[in-house]
């Protein structure tokens, strides 16, 4: 089929909107979740997405500054360099006293 020429005085996208009709009631009601059509596909989207919240959080999130090249030097590490940080600063933690409340 022949694509049709853009007229003068339309836009590019005025014209490319002329090839997305409109929904009507009767496509709404045909419509179905994609879940239905392509399972396998909405499956492996919503594995790559993460795990999602912990069922009981173990971590806090915080803000924290790092020198850049600290950061860097984590960063560099791959993935899991958040969890090496903390790795890194547990190690460095003084030893617990016993009775010792918080920390």
């Not at 014209?15 to 392509?38: H, K, L």
């Amino acid at each position: 089929m022949k694509k049709a020429k853009k007229p003068e005085g339309v836009s590019q996208r005025e014209w490319d909107d002329m090839d997305i009709p409109e929904w009507t009631a009767a496509d709404f009601a045909r419509a179905r979740p994609a879940s239905e059509v392509v399972p396998e596909i909405v499956a492996a989207w919503r594995k790559r997405r993460g795990r999602g919240p912990q069922k009981a959080p173990t971590k806090k999130l915080v803000s924290l500054r790092l020198d850049r090249d600290v950061l860097a030097r984590f960063r560099k590490t791959g993935k899991g360099w958040q969890g090496r940080v903390n790795k890194a600063l547990r190690a460095s933690m003084p030893p617990r006293k016993r009775g010792a409340a918080g920390l």
